[in-house]
C-alpha cells in the first residue's frame, strides 16, 4: 500500500489543457485528499502520520514524510490549484515559531528578567540604612566642631560671637527668674501657713460653740469667741483666695512665660556655638594652602558657614523680640498682682471684711466655696 502510493505520487503527471486549465482524475482527487490530511493532522513539518484509505481499499498506513518529501515536492512549483491548511495546523505552528523565538532570544541574552519583589524590598532597606549613616555622620561631624569649639573657649584659645546688650538681658532674665522662684516659694509656704491657721480657727470656733450649749454660766462668752472665730475663718478664707490667685498668677509667669523665653535663649546659644564652630573652621581653611582639595573644602565650609550665619541671626532676633514682650507682660502682671496681695493683706489684718471682699472683685478673683469640687448627690448618682 506505501509502496503503491509513494510510486503513484513520484511517477504522477498532470495534463493541462490549452487553455491553462488543469482535467482533475479521480485518482488525482484522492491524492489530494491524503495530501491534505498529511498538513493539517502532523505535529509538525518534518514527521508527519497520514492516514490514508487509500484508492477503494481499507486498509490504513503510516508514512514518514521525511522519507517522501523529495517525491511530493517537484522541482517546479506546481501551476493546479493551490491546498489551504487548516487553522488548527496554522496555530500550532505559529506557537511553535514564537516557542523557537523566545528560545532564541534567551540564548542570545536578550531577554529582560522580571523585577524581584526581595530584591526591591532590599535595595530599599539599603537605601534607608544610607541616609541613616549619612544623618549619624553629619551628627558625628557636627558634635565634633562644636564640642571643639566649646572646649577652646572654655580654655580661653578660641574666640566667640557675643552681643553685649543681648547677652546683659539675658543675664538679667536669669537672676529675675531665680527672685521670682524665690517669692514664689515663699508665697506658696504662706498660703500652706495659713490654711493650716483657718483650719484651727475653723475648728475652734466648733469647740467654742460646743461648749457654749454645755456651759450655762459661760454659754454668752463662748458665744462671743465662737462668733469671733467663724468671722476671722470667713476673712481667712477670703484671703486665701487671693493668696492662691497671686501664687497661680507668679507659678504662670515663671514657669510657662520666663522658661518659654529662656528655652529659645537656649536654642540661640547653641546656635552661636554652632556659627562660631564653622567660621573658625573656615578661618583655618583660609590660611591653608590653596589645592584641588582645599577648594573643595574650602567651598562646603563656607557653605556651611552661611547656612549657620542664617540660622544665628534669626535666632538672635527671636531672643530679642520675645524678651521685649516678656518685660512687658512682667510689668503688667506683677503690677495687677502686687496690688491685689496688699490691698487683701491690709482688709484682713485691719478687719474689715467689706474692703477685703471689695478688693476680691476689683480684680475678678472668684471664691471657691468649700466642697465646690466634690459633685453633689444627684451627680454621684
Same mark, same amino acid.
Given at each position: 500500500?506505501?509502496?503503491?502510493?509513494? #510510486?503513484?505520487? /513520484?511517477?504522477?503527471?498532470?495534463?493541462?489543457?490549452?487553455?491553462?486549465?488543469?482535467?482533475?482524475?479521480?485518482?488525482?482527487?484522492?491524492?489530494?485528499?491524503?495530501?491534505?490530511?498529511?498538513? +493539517? !493532522?502532523?505535529?509538525?513539518?518534518?514527521?508527519?502520520?497520514?492516514?490514508?484509505?487509500?484508492?477503494?481499499? =481499507?486498509?490504513?498506513?503510516?508514512?514518514?514524510?521525511?522519507?517522501?518529501?523529495?517525491?511530493?515536492?517537484?522541482?517546479?512549483?506546481?501551476?493546479?490549484?493551490?491546498?489551504?491548511?487548516?487553522?488548527?495546523? /496554522? !496555530?500550532?505552528?505559529?506557537?511553535?515559531?514564537?516557542?523557537?523565538?523566545?528560545?532564541?532570544?534567551?540564548?542570545?541574552?536578550?531577554?529582560?528578567?522580571?523585577?524581584?519583589?526581595?530584591?526591591?524590598?532590599?535595595?530599599?532597606?539599603?537605601?534607608? /540604612?544610607?541616609?541613616?549613616?549619612?544623618?549619624? *555622620?553629619?551628627?558625628?561631624?557636627?558634635?565634633?566642631?562644636?564640642?571643639?569649639?566649646?572646649?577652646?573657649?572654655?580654655?580661653?584659645?578660641?574666640?566667640?560671637?557675643?552681643?553685649?546688650?543681648?547677652?546683659?538681658?539675658?543675664?538679667?532674665?536669669?537672676?529675675?527668674?531665680?527672685?521670682?522662684?524665690? +517669692?514664689?516659694?515663699?508665697?506658696?509656704?504662706?498660703?500652706?501657713?495659713?490654711?493650716?491657721? +483657718?483650719?484651727?480657727?475653723?475648728?475652734?470656733?466648733?469647740?467654742?460653740?460646743?461648749?457654749?450649749? *454645755? #456651759?450655762?454660766? $459661760?454659754?454668752?462668752?463662748?458665744?462671743?469667741?465662737?462668733?469671733?472665730?467663724?468671722?476671722?475663718? *470667713?476673712?481667712?478664707? =477670703?484671703?486665701?483666695? &487671693?493668696?492662691? %490667685? %497671686?501664687?497661680? !498668677?507668679?507659678? =504662670? $509667669?515663671?514657669?510657662?512665660?520666663?522658661?518659654? =523665653?529662656?528655652?529659645?535663649?537656649?536654642?540661640?546659644?547653641? @546656635?552661636?556655638?554652632?556659627?562660631? @564652630?564653622?567660621?573658625?573652621? $573656615?578661618?583655618?581653611?583660609?590660611?591653608?594652602?590653596?589645592? &584641588?582639595?582645599?577648594?573643595?573644602?574650602?567651598?562646603?565650609?563656607?557653605?556651611?558657614?552661611?547656612?549657620?550665619?542664617?540660622?544665628?541671626?534669626?535666632?538672635? &532676633?527671636?531672643?530679642?523680640?520675645?524678651?521685649? %514682650?516678656?518685660?512687658?507682660?512682667? +510689668?503688667?502682671?506683677?503690677?495687677?498682682?502686687? $496690688?491685689?496681695?496688699?490691698?487683701?493683706?491690709? @482688709?484682713?489684718?485691719?478687719?474689715?471684711?467689706?474692703?477685703?471682699?471689695?478688693?476680691?472683685?476689683? %480684680?475678678?478673683?472668684?471664691?471657691? !466655696?468649700?466642697?465646690?469640687?466634690?459633685?453633689?448627690?444627684?451627680?454621684?448618682?
Amino acid at each position: 500500500m506505501t509502496d503503491r502510493l509513494m #510510486s503513484k505520487a /513520484a511517477t504522477m503527471e498532470i495534463p493541462i489543457h490549452g487553455n491553462g486549465d488543469s482535467r482533475r482524475l479521480p485518482e488525482d482527487d484522492g491524492l489530494e485528499q491524503d495530501l491534505q490530511q498529511v498538513m +493539517v !493532522s502532523g505535529p509538525n513539518l518534518n514527521e508527519t502520520s497520514i492516514v490514508s484509505g487509500g484508492y477503494g481499499g =481499507t486498509a490504513e498506513g503510516i508514512i514518514p514524510t521525511s522519507s517522501i518529501q523529495g517525491a511530493l515536492l517537484p522541482s517546479h512549483p506546481p501551476q493546479g490549484p493551490l491546498i489551504t491548511p487548516s487553522p488548527s495546523a /496554522a !496555530s500550532r505552528i505559529a506557537r511553535q515559531a514564537a516557542a523557537a523565538a523566545t528560545a532564541t532570544t534567551s540564548g542570545s541574552g536578550l531577554h529582560q528578567p522580571h523585577p524581584n519583589p526581595a530584591l526591591a524590598g532590599e535595595e530599599a532597606t539599603r537605601g534607608i /540604612a544610607v541616609e541613616k549613616f549619612d544623618i549619624v *555622620k553629619k551628627w558625628g561631624i557636627n558634635t565634633y566642631k562644636c564640642t571643639k569649639q566649646l572646649l577652646s573657649e572654655r580654655f580661653g584659645r578660641g574666640s566667640r560671637t557675643v552681643d553685649l546688650e543681648l547677652e546683659t538681658q539675658i543675664e538679667l532674665l536669669r537672676d529675675t527668674k531665680r527672685k521670682y522662684e524665690c +517669692v514664689l516659694g515663699l508665697a506658696r509656704a504662706l498660703t500652706g501657713h495659713f490654711y493650716s491657721l +483657718v483650719q484651727t480657727q475653723h475648728a475652734l470656733a466648733d469647740a467654742f460653740s460646743d461648749l457654749s450649749q *454645755k #456651759s450655762p454660766e $459661760l454659754q454668752e462668752e463662748f458665744g462671743y469667741n465662737a462668733e469671733t472665730q467663724k468671722l476671722l475663718c *470667713k476673712n481667712g478664707e =477670703t484671703l486665701l483666695g &487671693a493668696v492662691n %490667685f %497671686f501664687v497661680s !498668677s507668679i507659678n =504662670t $509667669l515663671v514657669n510657662k512665660t520666663m522658661e518659654d =523665653t529662656l528655652m529659645t535663649v537656649k536654642h540661640y546659644e547653641a @546656635a552661636r556655638l554652632e556659627y562660631d @564652630a564653622y567660621r573658625t573652621d $573656615l578661618e583655618e581653611l583660609n590660611l591653608g594652602p590653596r589645592d &584641588a582639595g582645599t577648594l573643595c573644602r574650602l567651598d562646603a565650609a563656607q557653605a556651611n558657614f552661611q547656612a549657620h550665619r542664617v540660622k544665628y541671626e534669626k535666632l538672635r &532676633a527671636d531672643v530679642a523680640v520675645k524678651l521685649k %514682650f516678656l518685660e512687658e507682660n512682667k +510689668v503688667k502682671v506683677m503690677h495687677k498682682q502686687l $496690688l491685689l496681695f496688699h490691698n487683701a493683706i491690709s @482688709a484682713y489684718f485691719a478687719g474689715n471684711q467689706q474692703q477685703l471682699e471689695q478688693s476680691l472683685k476689683q %480684680f475678678s478673683v472668684k471664691l471657691k !466655696s468649700p466642697g465646690a469640687d466634690k459633685p453633689s448627690w444627684l451627680e454621684e448618682q
